[in-house]
Structure formats: C-alpha cells, structure tokens
C-alpha cells in the first residue's frame, strides 16, 4: 500500500531500498552514488546523517560503527538506474543552483534531505493508507522478520543489519524466530503424519524410524 501510494514521488525510492536492504534513517540518506556497486550488485554503507539543535545536518559514522556491504537484488539495480537517469535530468534543469553532494536520496537542488522530515512525510503517507503509527523505521523491522521467516541465518540477517552482534538481533526478533521454529515442527509433524490411518503406512514409518536407531 505504502509503494502504490508514493510511486511515481520522491518517497517510492527510498521506501524501497529500505524495504530491500533494511538500512536504517541515516544511512538511508547518507548513500551516495559512489556506494552503489551495480556491477557487482552491491551498497556500500559507511555513513548516516543526523539532524542535531548543536550541529544541524551533518554526516557521521553508522551507528554500530561498523563499514558493512549490503548485497542488493536485481530489481533494486534496475531501479536505482531509473532513479539516477531522473535525478540526472533533475540536476541539468537546475544548473548551477544545483547542490551536487552525490547524494541518491536529496531535496530537489542536490541538498541533504533532513531525517526529520522524511519522518514526518513518511507518517503522512502510511496515515493517508491507514497505517497510522507505522513509521519508516517498522520498514527495517518487517525487512529482518521476513528475512528470517524465509530462512536467513541469524549471523546473515545481523551482519545486514549492521548490528553489533547476533545477539542484538535474537533479544530484537525472537518472535519472527519463534515462527520459524513453529512453522519447522508443523511441516515434521505434517511429513510424519500424513499417510496415519491408511494401510498402516505410519506405523510402518515409526517402525523404520525405531529400527534405524
């Protein structure tokens, strides 16, 4: 619903990579060209801006600290060739009011794009939806949760995250692991179970099982 409502908008883009590599606020909007690999299909995240009453905008190391690279899908690659073609055009109609700082996500003259007000447009998007109290930063969430859902290691979904340690992400997402768990034991039980009743083919199975032992 989010993706349909802003399409064609400055917001569809950097919904979408956030939804695909699960990048927090900040580093969102401090990626620039020069990060993108898209011959070898990969983000490179070594930066985030920050929005402070002391300092203004300013651009700093991620929150962990840590350079991370972040493989990117096809389909973003295609994307963001779009999204570069557009801000290209965008720049060359400026001309010399044009703030060229690399940027993938900016304001309309190449400046940096404030956190705080991509918060505030995001929530106005996801409110006119009927999603009212989701904000950008649930998109990171539901990119961990599916992730592990769809089997992502632990490790893996933690290193693309960008957290300190795997433990971070289990104390932050044991109920996506729950699910998994759950939905592993279900499809046993299923396998094991299913033939139960016809020509004793389950208590063949168990006798199998017993023997093998």
């Known amino acids: 619903m989010l993706l349909e409502a ?6 569809e883009m950097p919904i979408v990579l956030a939804a695909m590599t699960g990048v927090r606020r900040g580093e969102l909007l401090a990626i620039k060209w020069q ?3 898209f011959e070898r299909k990969r983000l490179v995240v070594s930066e985030s801006l920050e929005e402070t009453k002391a300092f203004g905008l300013r651009f700093k190391a991620p929150k962990s600290g840590k350079v991370r690279v972040i493989p990117i899908a096809d389909a973003l690659v295609g994307a963001l060739s779009v999204h570069k073609a557009k801000q290209n055009e965008e720049r060359l109609r400026q001309g010399p009011a044009y703030a060229d700082q690399g940027l993938v996500f900016c304001n309309e003259d190449g400046s940096p794009w404030p956190p705080d007000t991509l918060t505030k447009q ?30 992502t290691s632990v490790k893996e979904v933690s290193e693309l995250l960008g957290h300190s340690s795997p433990l971070v992400t289990l104390s932050t997402y044991a109920h996506a692991m729950e699910g998994v768990a759950r939905e592993a034991v279900n499809r046993l039980a299923d396998s094991l179970l299913s033939d139960r009743g016809r020509d004793g083919a389950s208590v063949r199975k168990c006798e199998k099982l017993t023997a093998a032992r």
């Open 35 to 37: 990060d993108v690999d």
């Open 122 to 151: 995001f929530a106005s998007v996801a409110k006119r939806v009927g999603m009212k109290g989701f904000r950008l930063h649930d998109v990171r969430h539901c990119f961990a949760s599916i992730s592990l859902k769809q089997g």
């Open 6 to 11: 802003t399409r064609n908008t400055r917001l």
